[in-house]
């Protein structure tokens, strides 16, 4: 299945070439026409099992896609969420739920790619979220802000977290958030969406909420559990988002590898001197680590593990991998590196991203200290 | 609508070509293999002719080894309805080719059987126009526009300096031009349903035939070009080694 469906990615990729990305990178605009025919041939709708209307695929087959869409020179980030952000929903939301959203989400009809949890004074320490729903008679009432936001504007659907019980009144800091599923559509004036300008061409936005109701039955599963739901979530968001480094990293070694073979300089290739060659060879060696460690990840998730520790490290390596391989392109385009018009600094910039988002890599040494190696917490 | 596409499967034309150490056949190592791209022409057309007839099926044939089930699971993917894999080594000659699908198309009742106008690694043309023959149906080759009704088929032949307009009725085997359609690509949905479409797996004998490859060789290498001049007058210069030297006035 693995290579049919790279080998068909890649085919459906080579018809939106570098002056497409580039145009839009120009423009700031979305890539509606891309999205659009992935989301027609069902590539979005993949990981939602078949009586939902999707194609049941596991998760090493969704990361071939996301992978390839990035190694082609295009970003998978403008709608990977609509394959993984339903997951919530897949897993806790009850069968009602399921039966209402998914098969319209596998169709593309509902875009369900936005996932508000971040705040402007809670980034990675979710339990200190500030943004609040209240229960009045059947429906909550949502008063607060989230930041870094993506996709509101491209999407019909979004999961927002928020506190329903004060901190102050539960055992655990964990306890008392609950997962909401938003029509964006109905939020009218109570949402308000204040989008945020980034150094890439990337929709994303803070969200101010006045009392934006959300009826109950729009609550995912029980109140108060909400942040073990979306955890839950982020291993799969960890490993699909590595696919993409791992793909950043592939398009910026095929693109020095052939730059530097036919690039000549003091007679000979560039490629020839060791000072161009290694650091491209590091960069490919670094990311068959990351791919191995990515493979394994996903293989756990398909076997119906939670692979927490794996899922951490592939987004590590990956990341790291993808901009080390970005600085050795940039050093080997040399000057043409900055020209826009070699595709290099755009994705240079975009795959810069990883390196933060959507977890800083600080924060995933801190996990392996804590979690896999047994030392004292360090945050 | 009946209709049946004949698929062969070729190396990819970005793959840099390897001669086998016998001298008259490719090196088959690393290569990567396709449909041959005019007859995935065929196949569109012929998906898209049983959709807008509503009802019918759709068969694909490919002549070959057991590597060329991947090459007719494509073909499902893109919604042909069923395969069958002629199991069996290929002959140059194309006359035993077009015996060979003769004899598996008679009495399958196909109303049309397209193949591409030619398979891009032996350019030879011909099991398409033989194949009609041997089965008693007209041929149309080389179709850039199609158009069918009430049992006639009216097809356009891109030739020299004009459009040519063929009739003839159905059944018939038409070989197919690229600009005809665009092939679809394979959906998710349908690289999945392909794995449950049902390969049938025919093992036949094609004989040797009287055609023979002697040998094959790869085209000379390209040599640097060359500045004769500058100006006017370097024109008689240029002229005289286009046409003593590169010969091509």
Redesign the interface.
Known sequence: ?KD??RE?VR??CRKYPDEYWRGLDERRAYPEAFVAELT????L??LIPEEYGG?G?GLRDASVVLEEINRSGGSAAACHAQMYTMGTLLRHGSEEQKRRYLPGIARGELRLQAFAVTEPDAGSDTTQISTTAVRQGDRYVVNGKKIFISRVQHSDLMILLARTTPIEQVKKRTDGLSVFLVDIREAGERMRVQPVATMINHETNELFFDGLEVPVENRIGEEGKGFGYILGGMNVERILLASESIGDALYFVDRATEYSRQRIVFGRPIGQNQGVQFPIARAYVATQGAMALRDNAASLYDAGQLPGAEANMCKYLASEAAWEAANAAMNTFGGYGLAVEFGIERKFRESRLYLVAPIANNLILCYVGEHVLHLPRSY | MKVAVCLKRVPDTTTKIVIGSDGKSIDENGVKFVPNPYDEYALEEAIALKERAGAGETVVYSLGGDSSQETIRTALAMGIDRGVLLQGAGSADGFEVAKTFAAELKGGGFDLVLFGKLAVDDYNMQVGPMTAELLGVPCITTVAHLTLANGAIEAEREIEGGIEVCTCSMPAVLTIDKGLNTPRLPSLKGIMAAKKKPLEVRPVHVGVGTLMVSSLTLPPERLAGRIVGEGPDAVPALVSLLRTEAKVL
């Open positions: 299945m049919e469906l068909a085919a459906l027609r041939s069902g590539y709708g993949c194609a695929l």
